[in-house]
């Protein structure tokens, strides 16, 4: 017989990956007015909006496995926490990039499940690890969004607001980590981490 929680935890990734997100909070930007965009700047902005849900398939995806090896409860329902925000930021991604005429990642399985298996893996280093793990991702991702809000189109300001409330939850998210206990990843973990963002936005960008 199938235990309850692989039930639940199928029936999340298949949410995640099927089904549209769900938010709580109003998506930022959904009142501002919809501003002239030329072709070449539209599809750059589509691009750098499926990059950052690319980002939040593969959040969901840690904070999953992160929470599947995890030993201590009060750890793992602050990272459930941390997963629902996060499908906040799953919402807003997919609302503007239907806005702007675009598609989502058409490897998103494959980010999935990588980015399970990094969470597991993370997690039965020991919530100190794990928390580092967390923590150095949310510092990555907000120097991610940093960088795309100097790319997006100055009068693309629906894009803009979603992507600088992220940014703003994704700092709360590592100050968390770093409360709850993170210790400080090594320096060739972090850059390896670099390397392989690096190389997931460079694909997801196009496919």
């Not at 997690?123 to 990555?140: H, I, N, V, Y």
Request: glycine share 6%.
């Amino acid at each position: 017989m199938i235990p309850d929680r692989f039930v639940i935890e199928f029936d999340k990734a298949l949410r995640t990956l099927f089904a549209p997100a769900q938010t709580i909070r109003e998506v930022p930007g959904s009142k501002e007015p919809e501003t002239e965009l030329s072709d070449r700047e539209r599809a750059h902005a589509s691009s750098l909006m499926r990059i950052n849900h690319v980002g939040e398939v593969c959040a969901q995806a840690l904070y999953q496995g992160q929470a599947l090896s995890c030993r201590d409860q009060a750890l793992r329902q602050a990272l459930v926490k941390a997963a629902d925000e996060e499908t906040e930021h799953l919402a807003w991604t997919e609302y503007r990039i239907v806005e702007l005429g675009g598609r989502p990642s058409l490897l998103n399985p494959v980010w999935y499940l990588g980015a399970l298996s990094i969470g597991i893996a993370a997690g039965k280093l020991g919530d100190p690890w794990s928390l580092g793990f967390l923590a150095e991702t949310e510092r990555q991702v907000e120097a991610h969004l940093d960088h795309h809000l100097s790319e997006l189109p100055n009068q693309d300001t629906k894009s803009r607001a979603i992507v600088a409330q992220m940014r703003l939850d994704e700092i709360a998210h590592a100050e968390t980590a770093v409360r709850l206990g993170a210790r400080e990843l090594p320096s060739p973990a972090s850059m390896l981490m670099k390397l392989a963002a690096r190389t997931m936005t460079r694909i997801a960008y196009y496919i």
